[in-house]
């Protein structure tokens, strides 16, 4: 396995040390700036769709910097060793999951300080993988982001693993399985989810994320329906709005919630196989076979 951890918040930091002379919206241009062509450089060998996708993806988390704030939240991930708790991490998970083909980068980028999704909802640490070559992961030093590093970490090795298993590319705005020429449906990507952090929570002790029980069974029963006549959807935007919740009619976390009940009602049903087995699973077979029902 060959996966380098790129320490880029301090390539930022430097951007942000450069703007702090300047007023706040001249400070937050001139950092952009400065990050649209370093990303892209670090993302160089990826398709084009998912470069610019990861460069709109660290603008937008980066949001609006104060470059002084923005220095000091960097100076804290400096000395809190982010690049050694990311690497150590990853070589845990590589322990439980070996994958000795996987070649990959994890960019440790910062986040936005100001998002409270990703303060308080993601306790500070946001990931997400591009293919099976690179991680993004913005981080913003709040109350225990070292140990949700880690668990990010973990969380995100499970995805390039199976991103390896299961390549998939953007077409048309989708990501499409370049085996079958299918797209990705919102069981894939609940299901996905259920599996990454059923791995994660066995390797990394006492985290228990918010968004694997944020339906009460009342709320799991009524939502079901709207969820299961949706689980052949394919549209990016709606299988986010399941995944995430949008505020309205689907509750803070949805997806995520019960794609983690699917992925633990099979363990249950089918002898207590181990998260690491299940990753190179289809998801429409775990879901079968998991016999899931929301709680009567």
């Not at 969380?155 to 199976?162: D, K, N, W």
């Amino acid at each position: 396995m060959s996966i380098s951890v790129v320490p880029a918040h301090r390539v930022v930091a430097k951007f942000a040390q450069q703007a702090s002379h300047l007023d706040a919206s001249d400070a937050a241009d001139a950092i952009e700036q400065e990050l649209r062509p370093y990303v892209r450089s670090l993302l160089s060998n990826l398709n084009p769709s998912f470069v610019e996708l990861g460069v709109r993806s660290a603008i937008t988390q980066l949001g609006d910097p104060d470059p002084r704030r923005l220095v000091e939240a960097l100076s804290q991930l400096e000395e809190g060793r982010a690049k050694e708790i990311a690497e150590e991490a990853l070589h845990t998970a590589a322990v439980h999951l070996p994958r000795p083909d996987i070649n990959a980068r994890v960019v440790l980028l910062p986040g936005d300080g100001e998002s409270r999704v990703l303060v308080q909802q993601m306790r500070g640490v946001l990931g997400f993988t591009l293919g099976s070559q690179v991680v993004l992961v913005f981080v913003w030093p709040t109350e225990n982001w070292q140990r949700w590093l880690g668990y990010t970490m973990t969380h995100e090795y499970a995805h390039l693993v199976r991103n390896h298993l299961f390549p998939r590319g953007l077409t048309g705005g989708r990501l499409i399985y370049m085996r079958t020429q299918e797209p990705e449906t919102l069981l894939d990507a609940m299901i996905v989810e259920g599996l990454a952090d059923t791995f994660a929570m066995g390797i990394v002790e006492d985290t228990s994320p918010p968004w694997i029980s944020a339906l009460s069974p009342d709320v799991e029963r009524s939502i079901w329906p709207k969820v299961r006549r949706r689980l052949a959807v394919a549209d990016p935007s709606e299988i986010r709005r399941i995944l995430f919740g949008d505020n309205d009619r689907i509750p803070t976390w949805t997806g995520h919630t019960v794609g983690y009940r699917i992925v633990q009602r099979y363990m249950k049903m089918n002898g207590d196989p181990s998260p690491a087995s299940m990753i190179g699973m289809p998801a429409s077979a775990i879901f079968e076979a998991s016999g899931y029902e929301p709680p009567a």
